[in-house]
């Protein structure tokens, strides 16, 4: 099933604390979290995003801190998925633990913020709706993409823990 | 076939005689760490799996040190879940807000032995790996499932070797050393790898030395960063480890992805500039950037060696009323080692303010937060924009320069400030 949403463009190394501050750290709810998404960058963001859209990054999205409430704020603001040349490890692996689908794929050059994106999670396609150009991501690998089946980490351990 | 640190010791912890970079292995964690910053979400996801118990309280650390003593209603909510839980759980390895922080404390309290594997919630986790540990910072989700299966899975990094050779001249620390390998890397130089310090300038370090260059392995994106166990190492451990371990070297023959020769006989010091930890120069290209607060601190420069460093430059002078100094001990061990040697009174009679150990202003909670236009130079390990108040400039480098500057009222060599008098 393809997502659709708008296109949110950035540069390369928006970091952890460009995405969440640190000082909402003492937030756990992931409604409050995106209160404060990307506040960092733009303190009007969250006030501009609508829940589906998608953010098309460039080098090393993610890097920094290993604190979840990161990716969190953003599915928490509705951020549908992530779209990144590469990524730092730990947001990645925080993200897909978390249910927020992200994709290594260099397509930031074809995206305006805005444009319509359409992606497939299965078969890797970012499709620019408005131009029609098209990128193709790694595939996310079947260990990790186990985890997105599964809608998260802990529902993937949900069901493999022993009943009773 | 000859492997790397990293690799024999996730051999050994997955059962198999050797492993590939690559390849997915799923281990046993022997040591999992939680503090009050992204310690409640773990809690929420490990509650939200229906369990009542984790895996094995003796494996699991919690620690207080992001924002101590409390400052605000909700962080304190947050220390009582995690005091509460540590109860609940019967957790013996409970570290409230007078200890430190956390980086500091595994180490000191045995947490930390070599050829184990340990995950914390923090990104600095790495730090660890100084003991030769496979020490690194994950996701509170990832640390729930850990809670609730003690097992874990990782990609087997590739390894890059840096070696370090040379004669260390006069003003160059460890944080010298890390930001210029952070120069020639990059701060994505070193994604998903497993970084391994060695050579002499690394061997003849001490073990609090060797944390500062670990702790910045994560700024280069590294899984891990490590220090192969010797002499240092077991004399470190000799009265903190509670229990056996087995000190894994790598082989001599084993296969790096690149090794890296750094000479530092010429190096300068070093500073990271705003906003980017690899945006570093030689101290010359930023001589006289006023600074308003100069902060000797954190998990990366916090330590006894790095106390010591800074009160020798401050001693019998006075940091001019432009300059908010602040020194912050890594753990009350380091603090009571401060204490002893006079290093406290040094710090405060040359008009700094020292605060208990805790992580302090670092990542942006308490202690020391800039307005918007102010410049802080600080020995921690991030300068991104925003991390310690929105729209405030922040430049890294050694305790040594810190000081310095601090008494300066500007960026300045060491060295010049002695001419000076």
Redesign the interface.
Known sequence: MPITGRAWVFGDKVDTDVILPGKYLVLSDEGELGKHALEGFDPGFVTKVQPGDIIVGGRYFGCGSSREQAPVALKGVGIAAVVAETFARIFYRNALNIGLPALECRARHLFQDGDPVSLNLETGEIRNLRTGQMAQAKPIPPFMMDIIAAGGLMNKIRVSLPKG | MAMTLSEKILARAAGRAEVSPGE?VEVPVDVAMIHE??G??AL??FR????EKVWDPSKVVVILD??APSP?E??AE?QKMLRDFAKEQGIAAFYDIDQGICHQVLPEKGHALPGQILVG???H?CTAGALGVFAT??????M??VF??GRI?FKVPESLKLVYRGSIPPYITPMDIILATMKRLT??GG??KALEFAGPVVEAMTVGQRMTLCNMAIEM?G?VGMVAPDAVTLAYLRDRAKEPFQALAPDADATYEETIEFDISRLVPQVACPH?VDNVRDIGEVEGTTIHQAFLGTCTNGRLEDLRLGAAVVKGKKIPPSVRMIVIPASREVFLGALKEGLVQTFVEAGAIVANPNCGPC???HQGILAPGEVCLSTAN?N????MG?GAQLYLASPQVVAASAVAGRIVHPARLWQAG
């Open positions: 997915i910053g992204t409640p979400l929420k996801s939200s799996l229906g369990l992001h924002y605000s909700a962080a947050n919630t923090d990104s986790t910072g994950i996701g509170s989700t990832e729930a499932g609730a299966t899975w701060s994505e994604n998903y994106g899984k980017s990542c942006g909670n991030r991104f924009s925003g991390r929105r």
